[in-house]
RNA sequence: GCGCCCGUAGCUCAGCUGGAUAGAGCGACUGGCUACGAACCAGUAGGUCGGGAGUUCGACUCUCUCCGGGCGCACCA
């Protein structure tokens, strides 16, 4: 409703700007008043036409307003401050209106999007930075998603990587394991995690965990000589990773496909999921990066240098290099090396010439993981058919934290160099800072930390060092506090309390997702446990408690949300409840209740989730303080009554709406 | 050395494309459960928005500079 009036509002201003100063903006500045006494839309457009008509802004703010006479679904416009000009919105007609809940979106400019997230090299167990990432690029899916969006969800699979290289040098040197026992060892682990409780105990992933560490140290902890000969095994051991169709890669592969499917159950947990896993194996394989390498050298992005340290090696020039074109450019990104292998960068430009379909090649695809309502299909070699279509996206977020921003601009700017600058433009790294440890609770989970250390704000979480909360355990934790909540509040009988465990992981999960989302995305999230546990304010519990609220009432009043806002809309007289001293804050209620498209957009517009989950907070916020102050059951006159429950029920429903956006779950009780 | 990010209440963070008296949560203190469940509500205290200069009718927001902190700047991924 919000949005709706607000368009109306601007185009409104357009029309009295054309007639009465020939004037036409590209932008008309419209803002949300800070205080209901000002009204429900303004804007302080007067103060910048003041130099341009060279009057007193307060002037042209009376002119205007006595121009803007009646609008629709307005009940007045007037000056206000130095030159403010504010709009009261008929309340009546808005609540109507907001009490039909249809809030277009617009429709233009539609696109079918890719969204990259999760990405966890598949050597270890998944971390809290993991579920950062995670969670912003489910809850991005989820909003373009409810803006009409068609995505496809990409979880991008590094299976020969130096990580992976890393934990099958742990299997094979530091254990000295054969294919067969690492193969045995796998299926031992899936059977004792199938029986233990978190299902996470002795799992293969966190067997890899500790093993990566160990490894990781390995390398460093030698006599020289022995570090060097181990830093060898560890490139040889890489470069047979690569190569495939040798033992070394076949404990990669068991090993990387066994975590993989790990991680894709830890999301689960948290209702995250994705429709498509390339590999890099496949990408190597099906020899990607031979298509982009020809197109990169037609067009001229790529040039062989001559001289100078990168002698040898097919370069790029980086985004804003100001060296002129013919000069000695030793800062260029370096694609190829001078023994004629790509690096990182440029296999990354291939992946995505084939996200924008721009590559001529396509992957094979064979169905990997079953979720409820859909299949998640693996790259291959030779793939089965039919399949689905992937790849040929309109735009591409690649949510990675911010660390990797040069990198990103790097394939950017060869997309844009290649001529590609539709796609470069709706190329968006969606970056995120990291999630560290605060030095406080490190120590709480036993860790060493450094004097220095101590001292700092927050440590870095680190899979090589093996330093970090893993995920799953992060989950547990959660689970095992919220269920000792609900035991404690919860006095229901049998069926209540059969109804707890489902009831604990809604509010476990509520919890955690709020918690990662309630950040933006640029400022680094020092963990603790007492933050991450806590139920209490700003947090999904309480926005859940709202919600169960809610649902009480009506459940006590015998009737429903969908049946009350039916009674409601037969109202003759609605002017009166939203007027007068205490119908301000339901106002309020009902106004942000009506914002919901507006935030959404924002949210996309920004990339940035993080609004909608203050949106959520907000009005759980205000209708907790409705809730509190007007007691529906008692009300005696039934006219008013309809009033609050119908009150009651957009609020609800808007609650719930913004949580399954946040891939938060609603309970029925808490 | 170059680039990016951050610095707002005791702590953790919001603050929409510059706009009206700078907000929330936690913590502290005070009060409220015989009313739809207190995972709640009401109130009090707490701020030179890191410092300085500039642009502007107007700056937490834009520019410059300095201070303090973080992260990147590989023929690693």
């Known amino acids: 409703m919000y949005q709706e009036l607000q368009k109306r509002f601007e185009q409104h201003l357009r029309e009295v700007l054309a007639a009465k100063y020939n004037l036409e903006l590209a932008t008309i500045p419209l803002e949300i008043p800070p205080d209901l006494k000002f009204g429900e839309l303004a804007t302080p457009i007067a103060f910048e036409l003041a130099r341009k008509l060279r009057k007193a802004p307060k002037i042209i703010a009376q002119e205007i307003v006595a121009a803007l006479a009646g609008l629709e679904g307005f009940a007045g416009f007037e000056v206000a401050g130095a030159g403010y000009i504010n709009a009261r919105l008929d309340r009546a007609a808005g609540a109507r209106m907001t009490a039909l809940g249809e809030q277009e979106h617009s429709s233009k400019g539609?696109?079918?999007?890719?969204?990259?997230?999760?990405?966890?090299n598949p050597n270890k167990?998944?971390?809290?930075?993991?579920?950062?990432?995670?969670?912003?690029?489910?809850?991005?899916?989820?909003?373009?998603?409810?803006?009409?969006?068609k995505v496809d969800v990409q979880n991008y699979i590094d299976n020969t990587g130096v990580q992976v290289a890393d934990v099958v040098v742990g299997f094979l040197h530091l254990e000295g394991k054969s294919v067969a026992e690492v193969r045995q060892l796998i299926v031992d682990c899936e059977a004792r995690a199938e029986g233990a409780v978190g299902r996470t105990a002795g799992a293969i992933d966190y067997y890899c965990w500790d093993l990566y560490a160990r490894t990781s140290q390995w390398y460093t902890s030698g006599t020289d000589e022995e570090n060097e000969a181990r830093k060898k095994l560890r490139y040889e051991t890489l470069h047979e990773l690569e190569r495939g169709g040798n033992e070394t890669a076949e404990i990669a592969e068991l090993v990387s496909t066994a975590v993989l499917r790990r991680h894709l159950e830890t999301m689960l947990r948290l209702d995250i999921g994705y429709d498509f896993l390339p590999r890099e194996s496949e990408i190597l394989?099906?020899?990607f990066w031979e298509a982009a390498f020809a197109q990169l050298k037609e067009k001229g992005v790529l040039y062989y240098e001559n001289e100078g340290k990168n002698k040898g090696c097919w370069v790029m020039t980086r985004p804003g290099s100001e060296i002129a074109e013919g000069d000695l450019n030793e800062d260029a990104k370096v694609i190829v090396r001078s023994n004629g292998t790509v690096t990182y960068v440029g296999k990354d430009i291939a992946y995505h010439l084939w996200k924008f379909g721009l590559l001529g090649k396509d992957f094979g695809?064979?169905?990997f993981f079953t979720y409820p309502d859909h299949e998640c299909w693996i790259s291959a070699e030779q793939g089965d058919e039919p399949h689905p279509q992937f790849g040929?996206?309109?735009?591409?977020?690649?949510?990675?934290?911010?660390?990797q921003s040069d990198p990103q601009a790097n394939v950017i700017q060869a997309l844009r160099g290649m001529g590609y600058t539709d796609q470069a433009d709706r190329y968006t790294h969606f970056s995120y800072e990291m999630v560290a440890l605060t030095p406080r609770c490190a120590v709480e989970l036993g860790y060493e930390v450094s004097e220095e250390d101590l001292k700092r704000p927050y440590i870095e979480v680190s899979g090589r060092k093996g330093f970090g909360v893993k995920a799953d355990d992060l989950i547990d934790k959660l689970i095992a506090a919220t269920r000792a909540e609900v035991d404690a509040r919860q006095t229901g009988g049998a069926e209540a309390e059969a109804a707890r465990?489902?009831?604990?992981?809604?509010?476990?999960?509520?919890?955690?997702?709020?918690?990662?989302?309630?950040?933006?995305?640029?400022?680094?999230?020092?963990?603790?446990?007492?933050?991450?546990?806590?139920?209490?304010?700003?947090?999904?519990?309480?926005?859940?408690?709202?919600?169960?609220?809610?649902?009480?009432?009506?459940?006590?009043?015998?009737?429903?949300?969908?049946?009350?806002?039916?009674?409601?809309?037969?109202?003759?007289?609605?002017?009166?409840?939203?007027h007068g001293e205490d119908a301000e804050d339901?106002?309020?209620?009902?106004?942000?209740?009506?914002?919901?498209?507006?935030?959404?957009?924002?949210?996309?517009?920004?990339?940035?989730?993080?609004?909608?989950?203050?949106?959520a907070f907000q009005l759980a916020q205000e209708f907790n303080n409705f809730y509190h102050k007007h007691h529906i059951l008692t009300e005696e006159d039934s006219a008013r009554k309809t009033f609050l429950l119908a009150t009651a029920a957009v609020a609800?429903?808007?609650?719930?709406?913004?949580l399954s956006w946040l891939g938060i779950e609603s309970p029925e009780a808490m």
């Open 110 to 120: 539609l696109l079918h999007a890719m969204v990259e997230h999760t990405s966890i």
């Open 125 to 149: 167990a998944a971390h809290i930075g993991h579920l950062r990432n995670a969670i912003l690029g489910d809850t991005f899916v989820r909003l373009l998603r409810a803006a009409g969006q």
């Open 285 to 287: 394989h099906l020899k």
């Open 365 to 367: 695809y064979k169905p």
């Open 392 to 403: 040929g996206a309109q735009a591409i977020y690649n949510v990675i934290d911010a660390r």
């Open 501 to 578: 465990p489902r009831i604990a992981e809604q509010i476990a999960i509520g919890a955690l997702r709020y918690f990662m989302l309630k950040f933006t995305r640029n400022s680094v999230i020092a963990f603790d446990f007492k933050d991450a546990l806590s139920f209490e304010g700003e947090t999904g519990p309480y926005i859940q408690y709202a919600v169960v609220r809610a649902r009480n009432i009506f459940r006590k009043a015998g009737t429903t949300p969908e049946a009350e806002l039916a009674e409601f809309a037969k109202l003759a007289e609605l002017d009166g409840y939203f």
């Open 586 to 615: 339901i106002w309020a209620l009902w106004l942000r209740s009506a914002r919901r498209t507006l935030v959404l957009e924002q949210c996309i517009a920004t990339s940035e989730p993080a609004h909608l989950a203050k949106h």
């Open 652 to 658: 609800l429903r808007e609650l719930v709406l913004a």
